[in-house]
């Protein structure tokens, strides 16, 4: 399991999902962004309430537990509707363990781990935009950050779960 991401499993992603949208009331959830980290074998999300669409929550699933939400700051100039994306169109967290046997594929890093998974809008690997080249949308992208004892790397997939690049640091 530890070459896998360390407890993360595609359950965790679908129970914390389903915690989410039994506090929201709702399947139709909106993130900012998405993190589960193997050190703590946790999921924390950012979450735009539709109730408040200015307001930004952060909450942490562990153990079986979803946290009460934080407030998150949002500032006049950021742009939540950029920032934003519908969780539930993010179909790689439906396949949390073949990404990451995807990532350590990738990567060809012996003795490698998950460290962690990261779904943004285009945030983990490029400045953010509300619109990329020629007016398009910024994607989703889920980054799987990968390390060995001699390298790291962040793997780049689309929200579909397609390997998209490889960045070697």
């Known amino acids: 399991m530890q070459e896998r991401g360390g407890g993360l499993t595609t359950a965790l992603a679908h129970n914390a999902l389903a915690a989410l949208s039994a506090r929201y009331g709702t399947d139709d959830l909106d993130l900012t962004d ?40 949002v500032r006049a100039s950021d742009d939540l509707d950029a920032q934003t994306f519908p969780v539930h169109r993010v179909t790689a967290l439906g396949r949390v363990e073949q990404v990451f046997d995807t990532a350590l594929a990738g990567t060809r890093y012996p003795g490698a781990v998950v460290q962690t998974i990261e779904v943004t809008r285009g945030t983990a690997v490029k400045p953010l935009s509300s619109k990329g080249r020629k007016g398009r949308p910024v994607p989703v992208n889920v980054v799987v950050s990968v390390t060995s ?17 490889v960045i070697r640091q």
């Open 34 to 73: 998405l993190r589960m980290d193997s050190r703590r074998g946790d999921l924390t999300v950012r979450v735009r309430d539709s109730a408040h669409p200015g307001q930004l929550d952060e909450l942490t699933f562990s153990d079986g537990h979803l946290s009460k939400p934080s407030p998150v700051m």
């Open 149 to 165: 004892p001699r390298a790291q790397a962040q793997v780049v997939f689309d929200a579909d779960g397609r390997a998209e690049k």
